[in-house]
């Protein structure tokens, strides 16, 4: 049986976070009463004319920038003619042969090392609306919503450079993460403003041919991507080995049963009948206007990953958590600054602090512990004030009622006992009242060293700084 390496490239639409559609004022805003944010220009009305969304053109470059595209200081609108019942004007507005942005990259890491994906171009144009297919007694009726009809979109199309689904979704992942850096998107794939298709081909290893391209669609989410394009290299290895052949379609992904399902055979681009939309002048681009939203571009996750582990001594792991979201970064970076310890801020934050984001669904400056509260807690620990334990539980309590841990800590009189001359006198009271253990543990038994311990946090209520206890009773016990 021949073995086969598949050959993946995928076609990712981004719906841009303007605030208005691209070629007109009515609301991007998702989740709306159906068709409540349509007007006579996103719906087509004859005589209407579109305008460009300035805010739209600007988020496209800063996307490009981010990627290390070539930003095209002239690029064109082009009409896509199809007709299907959600595209109400009958074609779709976006930029065929002169598109905003060529080129660019994305970094990924792979369990064999870093990898290089270029891209091939990153173009502007206006999404569709939205079916939704009855069920029940409204079972063989489709309705139509259109508010999302010319909301702003880019589609991000790479190389065929991808060689398995886990790359594949790991090259998602990190655009993801570079598109929330630059504030372009939310990216929240399940209200479809991260939308991905994939072209999957497989081909015998060793050949230098492209194998036939098949499309996969429907995918919402990392790893629905990842399951469908591991069924497709499946799907076409089984039927080249077999004698078959593979057709070029379009398929859609079956999340439920596990399986892609044929759709319609492939379109090639003269089934569109593209031409330049005579409503809308070419966008030229200055220089100066480039540069100046190249100054927008925050420090890139690659970059700021490279830093904290330089500046900060973490691990590439931690600093991959760290630097997943922009915020969690910001979030780091602030704490820091009010107690400088980089690697017990970061594991408070990743062990204790995203558990919380998690749990509840939350950003990570909505915790209600800010930045400097987490640095406070990591001081009081480090600097013997409270215990790890009681660091756990002042935590909580902070979540719970958005108190300092300062605040917390006197309030419950958790302040640990730090002063050597006190632990001093307690540890000699407790080896003088326990003259049998103190001969034996002498003796060799130094496991009775947990017995003296818990005396001494006994005799002190539990304040006593464990650390301390146990320094001092090995040197008196001795």
Same mark, same amino acid.
């Given at each position: 049986m021949k073995e086969f390496e598949a050959v993946i490239g995928l076609e990712v639409h981004v719906q841009l976070n303007t605030a208005s559609k691209i070629f007109c004022a009515c609301s991007a805003e998702f989740g709306a009463e159906p068709n409540s944010h349509v007007c006579p220009v996103c719906m087509g009305f004859p005589g209407t004319l579109p305008v460009l969304n300035k805010a739209a053109a600007d988020k496209a470059v800063q996307a490009g920038l981010a990627l290390g595209c070539n930003i095209q200081k002239f690029s064109i609108f082009d009409r896509k003619s199809y007709f299907y019942p959600d595209l109400p004007k009958a074609y779709q507005i976006t930029q065929m042969f002169y598109p905003i942005c060529l080129g660019g990259f994305l970094n990924i890491d792979t369990g064999n090392g870093e990898r290089r994906i270029n891209l091939t171009r990153i173009h502007m144009e206006e999404d569709a609306g939205k079916l939704i297919h009855g069920e029940g007694e409204a079972a063989g009726y489709s309705y139509v919503d259109f508010n999302r009809a010319s909301v702003p979109l880019i589609e991000i199309v790479s190389e065929?450079?991808?060689?398995?689904?886990?790359? +594949?979704?790991?090259?998602?992942?990190?655009?993801?993460?570079?598109?929330?850096?630059? $504030? /372009?998107?939310?990216? #929240? !794939?399940?209200?479809?403003?991260?939308?991905?298709? +994939?072209?999957?081909?497989?081909?015998?290893?060793?050949?230098?041919?492209?194998?036939? $391209? /098949?499309?996969?669609? #429907? !995918?919402?989410?990392?790893?629905?991507?990842q399951r469908a394009i591991e069924y497709e290299i499946a799907r076409q290895s089984e039927a080249l080995s077999e004698g078959g052949i593979v057709r070029q379609e379009t398929r859609l992904w079956d999340n439920d049963r596990g399986i892609t399902l044929p759709m319609r055979s492939k379109e090639n681009a003269h089934d569109y009948r593209y031409f330049p939309d005579p409503d809308l002048f070419p966008l030229k681009l200055t220089d100066e206007k480039i540069e100046r939203l190249r100054r927008t571009i925050p420090e890139l996750p690659d970059s700021r990953k490279g830093r904290f582990m330089g500046e900060y001594g973490l691990s590439a792991q931690d600093a991959d958590l760290l630097v997943s979201e922009k915020d969690y970064a910001d979030y780091y970076e602030t704490a820091l600054k009010t107690h400088k310890s980089p690697k017990g801020i970061a594991n408070w934050i990743m062990s204790e602090l995203l558990r919380v984001v998690n749990d509840k669904n939350l950003g990570i400056f909505e915790t209600g512990i800010p930045p400097e509260s987490i640095a406070k807690l990591v001081a009081l620990i480090e600097s013997g004030a409270i215990s790890g334990k009681q660091g756990k539980e002042v935590f909580a309590e902070a979540v719970k009622t958005g108190k300092t841990p300062d605040a917390i800590v006197r309030e419950k009189g958790m302040s640990q006992l730090s002063d050597k001359g006190e632990l001093y006198g307690i540890v000699e009271s407790v080896i003088r009242e326990n003259p049998n253990e103190t001969e034996r543990f002498k003796n060799g038994e130094e496991k009775l060293l947990g017995f003296f311990v818990g005396l001494v946090m006994k005799e002190s209520r539990g304040k006593a700084n464990p650390k301390m206890v146990n320094d001092i009773l090995k040197e008196t016990l001795k």
């Open positions: 065929p450079e991808l060689r398995s689904a886990e790359e +594949a979704k790991l090259y998602l992942q990190k655009l993801r993460t570079v598109l929330r850096y630059v $504030k /372009v998107s939310d990216c #929240n !794939m399940e209200e479809g403003s991260l939308r991905c298709d +994939a072209n999957v081909s497989v081909r015998p290893i060793g050949e230098t041919k492209l194998g036939t $391209k /098949v499309e996969i669609k #429907n !995918m919402n989410s990392f790893r629905s991507v």
